[in-house]
């Protein structure tokens, strides 16, 4: 995985005591400066591909039984446990959380509740973007897992942070050293520095579908008792194309007060 540097760079001069104790005023109200200080401000960014997907399910299960509606909640997590490993990932890499059992009563609370319903979460971690397909393919074939979100993230953001920062304060003191150069001067120690890193640029691609993978329809049906309706579940909806990942950009920015020699 390769990534490249974007800076972009303004640079600001200050040689005035007065000058100087200013800038220390309006940034740190405790920092002083002396004369002689070179004020600089600098932005650096650091682009990346994305290594790690998150993918995130819905598991719901609806029943009159308490014990038949958590048992095919269970089982369906399971499901998606077993799938994930099957396709090389270990058990750091997923987290289910637990299974919540909410009631649904009609009327009076102290009798039998009319129905059940389980829910929970799981998350993958996939570092191999390959197993994707055949890991949301897989998620589709009963009508309990839903497939919620898929995010792209970096495994280390740290990492890319620092390199942001580094490329800013390498900048900085380029551009410090090319102002004072023509004047036979030098770049002194470091008297005060002010950083700021933003947010991850294209940090993730969510796409949230329905709630059930399966359709319902509806038809009309003949007995020797008339006409009535009932509902079928129809075959499991596939989940559209998975969005590419895009590149993930960190970018920092520094104000530095450098002594002038």
Do not use: H
């Not at 600001?12 to 004020?39: M, R």
């Not at 640029?201 to 007995?223: G, K």
Request: aromatic share 6%.
């Amino acid at each position: 995985m390769k990534g490249r540097m974007l800076t972009f760079v303004t640079l600001a001069i200050c040689v005035s005591a007065g000058c100087a104790s200013a800038f220390a005023q309006g940034q740190n109200p405790e920092v002083k400066f002396i004369a002689d200080t070179l004020v600089v401000q600098a932005e650096g960014s650091y682009e990346t591909d994305p290594d790690v997907a998150t993918l995130t399910f819905a598991i719901s299960a609806q029943d009159k039984e308490l014990k038949q509606t958590y048992g095919r909640a269970s089982e369906s997590m399971q499901r998606i446990i077993s799938l994930a490993e099957k396709n090389g990932l270990q058990k750091a890499d997923m987290s289910s959380g637990v299974l919540t059992v909410r009631p649904y009563y009609e009327g009076d609370k102290r009798k039998k509740a009319k129905y059940y319903t389980v829910q929970g979460q799981i998350t993958l971690r996939v570092k191999d973007f390959s197993k994707l397909g055949p890991i949301m393919e897989g998620s589709v074939d009963d009508g309990i897992t839903d497939f919620r979100s898929l995010n792209y993230t970096l495994a280390d953001e740290e990492a890319a942070k620092e390199r942001a920062v580094s490329e800013a304060m390498r900048r900085a003191v380029g551009r410090a050293s090319a102002a004072l150069q023509p004047k036979g001067q030098k770049v002194g120690v470091l008297r005060f520095a002010n950083l700021d890193v933003k947010q991850l640029v294209n940090l993730s691609r969510m796409n949230v579908y329905p709630v059930s993978n399966y359709a319902a329809e509806t038809i009309e049906v003949s007995s020797e008792s008339g006409w009535g309706r009932k509902t079928k579940k129809t075959a499991p909806v596939a989940p559209p194309p998975l969005p590419q990942p895009e590149k993930i950009t960190v970018s920092a920015s520094v104000q530095c007060a450098f002594q002038i020699l």
